[in-house]
């Protein structure tokens, strides 16, 4: 006769999901300010773009392009972009080539950066690594 003993159950397996959660990302911040008058619009976005900000960001968007001859967008504060707003951008590129207004990429770092490397810029959108425009005057509250 054996003898056998207690089956013996597996260490818990630690997942790589368990543990504390991170905290979520601030919530998305958009303001526009106007320079002059049919002069440039910069939208200063903070936080994230993703599938959830996408239309309130392309609403600040499209607003900005049909306002002004140009539109500055202020990507410093920007620490996340999905695919889906890359690819709002490069739809924003080509609405605004047709109806002449720029489209102007501001100090985009981090994560934003890496995916515009990646991806590349979308045709005829200016990227700027810090606000050098010569024409450009400070914005004002519109």
């Not at 013996?8 to 991170?22: E, I």
């Not at 773009?49 to 920007?78: G, I, P, V």
């Amino acid at each position: 006769m054996s003898t056998s003993s207690p089956p013996v159950s597996p260490p818990p397996v630690r997942s790589p999901f368990s543990g504390p959660r991170p905290p979520n990302p601030p919530p998305l911040f958009m303001s526009s300010r106007r320079a002059e008058a049919g002069d440039s619009i910069r939208v200063i976005v903070a936080s994230e773009l993703d599938l959830a900000t996408r239309h309130r960001f392309m609403a600040a968007l499209d607003e900005a392009q049909n306002d002004s001859d140009q539109a500055l967008l202020d990507l410093r504060a920007l620490s996340f972009i999905d695919c889906a707003c890359i690819a709002s951008l490069f739809a924003a590129a080509r609405r605004g080539r047709p109806e002449r207004s720029a489209l102007i990429l501001v100090s985009p770092r981090g994560q934003v950066r890496r995916m515009l490397d990646l991806v590349g810029s979308p045709e005829g959108v200016a990227v700027l690594e810090h606000d050098d425009l010569p024409e450009h005057r400070g914005p004002v509250e519109a």
